[in-house]
């Protein structure tokens, strides 16, 4: 079992920054996937990024060169540096942990953190 709890999200100005902490508590943390997703109103929730216990990062196209999402795996935390921020960012964040192990999935969700982007 894995417990996330989410923080840093805010209201923030176009072109401002925010980052997002999800602190993950219970089993192996280092053996999991871990990913932010969001979901505006209205939209389904869709991957904005995630990251390997090694490291390795993927990227919504959106995204790209604007977020970074990096773990401590001391700390079982992952974050989420979002950067130029704009209006269509606007969005309830989610963390995911993801493990698939020996054909078994295993996946929690977060509560949820609320960005909003508007001047």
């Known amino acids: 079992q894995v417990q996330l709890v989410e923080s840093g999200g805010g209201l923030v100005q176009p072109g401002g920054s925010l980052r997002l902490s999800c602190a993950a508590s219970?089993?192996?943390?280092?053996?999991?996937?871990m990913g932010w997703y969001r979901q505006a109103p209205g939209k389904q929730r869709e991957l904005v990024a995630d990251i390997t216990s090694g490291g390795s990062t993927n990227y919504a196209d959106s995204v790209k060169g604007r977020f970074t999402i990096s773990r401590d795996n001391v700390k079982n935390t992952v974050y989420l540096q979002m950067n130029s921020l704009k209006p269509e960012d606007t969005a309830v964040y989610y963390c995911?942990?993801?493990?698939?192990?020996?054909?078994?999935?295993?996946?929690?969700w977060g509560q949820g953190t609320p960005v909003t982007i508007s001047s």
């Open positions: 995911n942990a993801l493990r698939i192990l020996f054909g078994v999935r295993n996946t929690y």
């Open positions: 219970g089993s192996i943390f280092r053996t999991y996937v």
